[in-house]
């Protein structure tokens, strides 16, 4: 990058399921909320970027609809949809723009509001399933209509059978997101859970459980980026951005081979390659060691143990024995999701972009009850969706 640059500003609604704030005023408060953490007003911002999947929200051309409450009117506005990344997409590009000069501040703006039937008519994980299936293959990729459940459970039935994980393995991890959620007053699933609440609640599709899987979430996020002259007179506590990686694994999910029904080991081939650049670029040898905080963007319990082994932080198919010792606790060796996760608030739309601004909290040490008990210098943050697309944000106090 030419310029370096600095996350100046976080802010984020209460995450729920069914938000009583229209998708413009969700949008308004994360907007004031991100304004706000970096004292500022919207005259000093000189571009928005927007993060939004119109198919899943029912509307067409929202720059348009929330022009006025996030405060893109007569500036410069990108609008970016990639689905399940999109929050942190809009990111990258954000910084991409002012490490080239275009800008010195923008605005990331992510809003999750879905569109659906009635409460108690028809639930909305189908509705919102019908959606996804219209962009899939009609003949590759007929197998996907099982959605994210029928996906990852094919995938946690591999993950068992290669590394011999057990069912309390899993509920270890699951109470571990919970325990931290109900220390995040924005988190969408607050709730005291016990290994046993875990293994009794209802199977989805084995090794599936419900309480394994993220929830439909509704809310907003924003994060306010400056280039290093402007953010150095804005706040003391800037967060450089040191590096972020895109990778894309592939043009249908049956090419995801190595994810779903792998000889050896499960892995997400995006997330592999991300890293491997990244790491690489940074001189990053033993990553567990070397990073502090890891904000990972795990749609399914199943899927934190397979994003550990990726991303190099332990030895493949060893992930689950680690669950027991304490290590990704909150004030453990390494830990992971301070915040709760997706597996706890999953608003999609923004959901990456959460990992980037709790991420960033975690550094400048403003993460409140669910802080880590350390100083934080260093961390990664993780997104994912489409057909396993990640982008990737290392995040530091250092430049």
């Known amino acids: 990058m030419n ?18 704030l229209t998708k413009a005023e969700l949008a308004n408060q994360a907007v004031r909320r991100a304004l ?12 928005i970027v927007l993060a939004d999947i119109d198919y ?4 067409a051309e929202s720059e348009m609809e929330l022009a006025d409450w996030v405060g893109h ?20 590009s954000a910084v991409h723009h002012i490490a080239a000069g275009a800008c010195d501040v923008a605005l990331v703006s992510a809003t999750a509001k879905f569109v659906g039937p009635p409460p108690g008519t028809l639930p909305r994980g189908p509705f919102l399933q019908a959606a996804i299936n219209s962009g899939l293959h009609a003949l590759t990729e007929k ?20 590394s011999g994980c057990t069912e309390e393995a899993v509920a270890i991890a699951r109470v571990k997101a919970a325990n931290n959620a109900l220390k995040n007053p924005y988190a969408h699933l607050r709730e005291h859970l016990t290994v046993e609440d875990v293994l009794k609640s209802p199977m989805l599709t ?20 400056a280039s290093e002259d402007v953010a150095h007179k804005l706040t003391k506590k800037p967060v450089w951005v040191k590096d972020m990686v895109t990778i894309h694994s592939a043009q249908h999910w049956a090419a ?20 491997e650049v990244l790491y690489k670029r940074n001189g990053i040898t033993h990553p567990a060691k070397q990073l502090d905080v890891i904000e990972m963007y795990e749609p399914c319990t199943w899927a934190e143990l397979v994003w550990m082994e990726t991303m190099g932080l332990c030895e493949p198919n060893q992930a689950w024995k680690l669950m027991g010792t304490g290590a990704t606790d909150i004030d453990g060796a ?52 489409g057909t396993g697309w990640t982008p990737l944000m290392l995040l530091s106090k250092d430049k």
């Open 334 to 385: 390494l830990p992971i999701n301070p915040s709760g996760g997706v597996t706890c608030t999953n608003p999609g739309v923004p959901s990456t972009l959460l990992r980037y601004g709790e991420l960033a909290l975690q550094i400048r040490g403003d993460a409140g009850e669910h802080q880590v008990p350390r100083d934080v210098r260093q961390g990664l943050a993780t997104g994912f969706g």
């Open 36 to 47: 706000e953490d970096a004292q500022i007003t919207m005259k000093q911002v000189d571009e």
């Open 143 to 162: 197998w996907c209509s099982v959605g994210a459940v029928g996906t990852f459970s094919m995938m946690a039935s591999s993950y068992v059978k290669l």
């Open 206 to 225: 084995a090794p599936m459980r419900q309480l394994h899987m993220c929830p439909i979430t509704e809310g907003s996020a924003a994060m306010i980026f």
């Open 73 to 92: 009117y007569r500036k410069p506005v990108v609008k970016i949809e990639t689905g399940g990344t999109v929050g942190g997409s809009a990111a990258l």
């Open 3 to 20: 310029r370096r640059v600095a996350i100046v500003g976080f802010g984020q609604t209460e995450m729920m399921a069914r938000s009583p």
């Open 256 to 275: 995801l081979q190595d994810f779903i029904a792998p000889k050896e080991r499960c892995v997400l081939p995006s997330l592999a390659k991300a890293c």
């Open 56 to 59: 899943v929200s029912g509307t």
